[in-house]
């Protein structure tokens, strides 16, 4: 039905590139099917403590295997999932497939890995999405300090006093939250006072040649301070090199993820990590 209504919508359709188009029809498939295990697969990015080295979380990243489009990666999904509102269905089977993968590993023996998922502003403000997240703690018996949610700065600012809200809720109940790509959605200091935040996740422009970058230096530097005295952990993201690794390390920056130290993998692939006791080199 949904297809249908989209497929007479024809402004909408007129609108669109043949290849949003069909990312669009194949996305709404995949919900009404809900085909979500057939072509969607997380995979895991390690999140290293830069002075322990070792993996303390990993960040959960969607990918859809489709089989008209191959291959294809958030930014081609994401904005028009949210746009079309099918994002909500799928940050919930997200949410869900992650509170299944912490207990999976939490039976093999992996202890104190958190597991932090991104979530769309669109599901972080459904009246059920608390709801649905105690659900899914609850089925799979977590302590909630395994899961972390990242909320993007800019969405948390289009509606800032709503989002407080449900990030004060989510937060008593034990649920870690961070703020993810910080830095490139023009928050008001005076709000980062009052946010309810345990990381506080550097955007990954501010690292890229973040050593060499007078500019980005001074901005990153400042950054990893104010966290710290606002009691918040800090993640660099995009790590790429050993001269942004070794600038994060001097200047105290908590923890890194990025491609120096690992891509996103699937789940099997992290899983080794975790057995073969993969670490940063100090
Ligand atoms: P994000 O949450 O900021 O995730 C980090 C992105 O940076 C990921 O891109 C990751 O693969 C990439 N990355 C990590 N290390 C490096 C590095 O060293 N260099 C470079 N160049 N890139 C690096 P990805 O997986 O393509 O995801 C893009 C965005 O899509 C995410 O940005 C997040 O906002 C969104 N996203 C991904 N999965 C989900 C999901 O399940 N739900 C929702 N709502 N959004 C998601
Ligand atoms: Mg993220
Ligand atoms: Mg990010
Ligand atoms: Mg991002």
């Not at 359709?13 to 995949?30: A, D, F, N, Y």
């Not at 023996?109 to 998922?117: C, D, I, N, Q, R």
């Amino acid at each position: 039905a949904t297809l249908k209504k989209y497929l007479s919508n024809q402004t909408t359709v007129k609108t669109l590139s043949p290849k949003r188009q069909l990312v669009e029809i194949s996305l709404h498939r995949v919900v009404k099917n809900q085909s979500f295990t057939e072509e969607f697969e997380i995979y895991y990015q390690p999140i290293v403590n830069i002075s322990s080295g070792e993996i303390i979380a990993a960040e959960s990243l969607l990918r859809w295997q489709s089989p008209e489009l191959g291959l294809v990666y958030p930014a081609e999904f994401i904005p028009l999932a949210e746009s079309t509102g099918l994002i909500v269905p799928i940050d919930q089977w997200v949410v869900q497939s992650v509170c299944k993968q912490i207990r999976i590993w939490q039976n093999a023996g992996v202890s104190s890995l958190t597991l932090a998922v991104n979530l769309s502003v669109i599901e972080f403000n459904e009246p059920d999405c608390i709801q649905k997240i105690v659900g899914f703690l609850k089925n799979n018996n977590l302590e909630p300090q395994y899961l972390e949610v990242e909320l993007t700065e800019s969405m948390i600012m289009q509606d800032v006093n709503s989002a407080i809200a449900t990030m004060n809720k989510l937060q008593s109940l034990g649920v870690r939250i961070a703020i993810d790509d910080f830095g490139t959605g023009y928050s008001s200091l005076i709000y980062l006072k009052n946010l309810p935040v345990n990381t506080l996740k550097i955007d990954r422009y501010f690292i890229h040649n973040v050593a060499q970058d007078p500019q980005k230096s001074a901005i990153t530097k400042a950054l990893i301070e104010m966290a710290h005295n606002l009691n918040m952990q800090v993640v660099a993201e995009g790590v790429e090199t050993e001269a942004e690794l070794s600038f994060l390390r001097q200047k105290n920056c908590d923890a890194m993820q990025g491609f120096l130290f690992s891509r996103p993998l699937p789940a099997a692939e992290f899983e080794n990590f975790l057995w073969n006791n993969k670490r940063l080199p100090a």
